[in-house]
């Protein structure tokens, strides 16, 4: 009789012999230019599609803008049992250089555009919702597969959209999404965010007659340092049965290990970055305006709300305006690190890899958060998070194979029919 573990090891075997099939596959999804903003996904949408038009399986599109698609998927087991829903997306960041479009193998990496954030871990749902297909008469319930666009800006048009509109197909009783997390973790909470712009105006006027007009540069700047000094790496208040969990020995080895160093006491604290300033025309002229482009992050608690409460009286003090980015703002998610999925997980990371998974906390924001919201388990499995982003963004090539091993079986223990 077949066991989950038999299972597992054939697909595992079956995924070595086609590595450089997964590698290829995975380099023509980094030559896509999906990059948020604008957000046209259509030609990685069709990108997705072919996949899963090559493996036989009916899909179909869910769309507020024509331009930002999102494709659902599901195949059910013969068997009644739960239902897995696999999550990814396809929009990327911009970039400062073209080559990153190339996808090109670099020793042991591949470099491009999303190799962090997130294709690799999106292909790997996709790999795995494909994979597991054929062996559907070994398992019992349903499996959901879900890649969506405008992630990167919020979701309005992605997975929030969907939950908007299609909840009922895509909620789940739990949720396995390939952002970048590192192996040799567990990802169970994550900060939530305040973006939000303060703005400044004036008359303008010459340099030399500031006793003639305000400088909106002047008060942004005030503005930014009075945010800096009163909040930025302050301890949260955070709940102490979740601080605790992180304070741990392993923990903290790991979230550094991983993340970098201070990654762990990072995650206890409120952080602030000033993103964006722009304004004035020339050095010599008084501007009519300035604006500053802000993103916060804060632990699990009570912070965020006092926070977002405050900058009223703020903006206030230096004279500007605030706007806050509701798309992009959001509270901390977590799920229980000693739920079914998380030791699924950390068992899979010990068996194929040899490495314990503690829980740590994650620092940037995921679409994991729509289905904790919801009460529902949601668990990361992706590669490093450290290069995202930047001008040598890259996956090794060992680590999106382990990506996708890991999705595949811990879709398979969730889903193994017992008996």
């Known amino acids: 009789m077949t066991t989950a573990a038999d299972l597992k090891a054939a697909l595992c075997r079956h995924i070595d012999a086609r590595r450089d099939d997964v590698v290829s596959l995975l380099q023509d999804f980094l030559r896509i230019r999906s990059v948020n903003p604008p957000g046209d996904m259509r030609e990685a949408a069709d990108f997705v599609s072919g996949i899963l038009d090559r493996f036989g399986l009916e899909h179909r599109t869910v769309a507020a803008r024509e331009d930002m698609p999102n494709i659902i998927s599901r195949w059910n087991a013969p068997y009644v049992g739960r239902h897995l829903v696999l999550n990814g997306h396809m929009d990327v960041f911009p970039v400062s250089d073209d080559r990153l479009w190339a996808g090109a193998i670099k020793g042991d990496r591949i470099v491009g555009r999303g190799a962090s954030d997130m294709k690799t871990g999106t292909l790997a749902s996709i790999l795995t919702y494909c994979l597991l297909y054929p062996h559907r008469d070994r398992l019992c319930g349903a499996l959901t597969l879900t890649v969506v666009s405008d992630e990167q800006s919020g979701g309005r048009y992605g997975t929030k959209f969907l939950f908007d509109n299609v909840a009922d197909e895509i909620s789940g009783d739990c949720c396995l999404n390939g952002e970048p997390s590192g192996l040799g973790n567990l990802r169970f909470l994550e900060k939530g965010t305040l973006r939000f712009s303060l703005s400044a105006h004036g008359p303008g006027g010459h340099g030399g007659y500031p006793h003639r007009a305000n400088n909106p540069i002047q008060q942004i700047v005030a503005a930014v340092q009075a945010l800096y000094d009163r909040y930025h790496l302050k301890l949260a208040d955070m709940p102490e049965e979740i601080a605790a969990v992180l304070r741990t020995p392993e923990s903290i080895a790991a979230a550094d290990a991983i993340l ?128 995202m982003g930047t001008d040598d963004e890259h996956v090794t090539i060992d680590e999106a194979i382990a990506v996708l091993k890991l999705q595949v079986m811990c879709a398979i223990d969730y889903l193994w029919a017992p008996g």
């Open 260 to 387: 970098g160093q201070g990654a762990a006491d990072n995650a206890l604290r409120i952080t602030v970055n000033a993103g964006i300033i722009e304004g004035g025309r020339k050095a010599t002229q008084i501007p009519t305006a300035c604006t500053v482009h802000v993103d916060m992050r804060f632990p699990f608690g009570p912070d965020r709300d006092r926070v977002r409460g405050e900058l009223v009286a703020l903006a206030d003090e230096f004279g500007c305006v605030l706007t806050v980015n509701e798309d992009h703002s959001y509270p901390a998610s977590g799920t229980e690190p000693d739920g079914e999925m998380a030791l699924i997980l950390r068992d899979n990371t010990k068996a194929l890899l040899g490495i314990d998974a503690p829980p740590v906390c994650s620092l940037g924001g995921t679409d994991t958060r729509y289905w904790r919201w919801r009460g529902i388990p949601a668990i990361i499995i992706g590669p490093s998070p450290l290069s």
